[in-house]
């Protein structure tokens, strides 16, 4: 089973909205990591979005305050990115990161990651 399945992406005029969902292998949300969203847009590098660290506390990138909400539901396990009034820059593949002990920001101290979802924004 992979640790982590992304879903939710797609194509949406620029003022629309996405859910995206990840569903977290139980094993690795062992000793409550960080969980994050991440965006990578083509030729630039992997950049956090919103993340719950190990305090449950939420987080967000400040291009992502007041459009997009971070939320998980432990019985489903499952991390959710609910995406409002989006814009043609969040047109990036989105995502979702478990294993960070060190904070939601760098994403080089996530173990496991999704494969990815697309989400495209057209004005």
């Known amino acids: 089973q992979a640790p982590l399945v992304e879903s939710g992406g797609g194509s949406v005029q620029a003022g629309g909205s996405l859910r995206l969902a990840c569903v977290v292998s139980?094993?690795?949300?062992?000793?409550?990591?960080?969980m994050g969203w991440f965006r990578q847009r083509p030729g630039q590098e992997r950049e956090a979005v919103a993340g719950i660290d190990s305090d449950g506390q939420v987080l967000y990138a400040d291009s992502a305050k007041g459009r997009f909400t971070i939320s998980k539901d432990d019985a489903k396990h499952t991390l959710y990115l609910q995406m409002n009034n989006l814009k043609p820059e969040d047109t990036a593949m989105y995502y979702c990161?478990?294993?960070?002990?060190?904070?939601?920001?760098?994403?080089?101290?996530?173990?496991?990651w999704g494969q990815g979802t697309q989400v495209t924004v057209s004005s």
């Open positions: 139980p094993r690795y949300t062992h000793h409550r990591p960080c």
């Open positions: 990161a478990t294993g960070s002990y060190g904070g939601i920001w760098d994403h080089m101290k996530y173990l496991y």
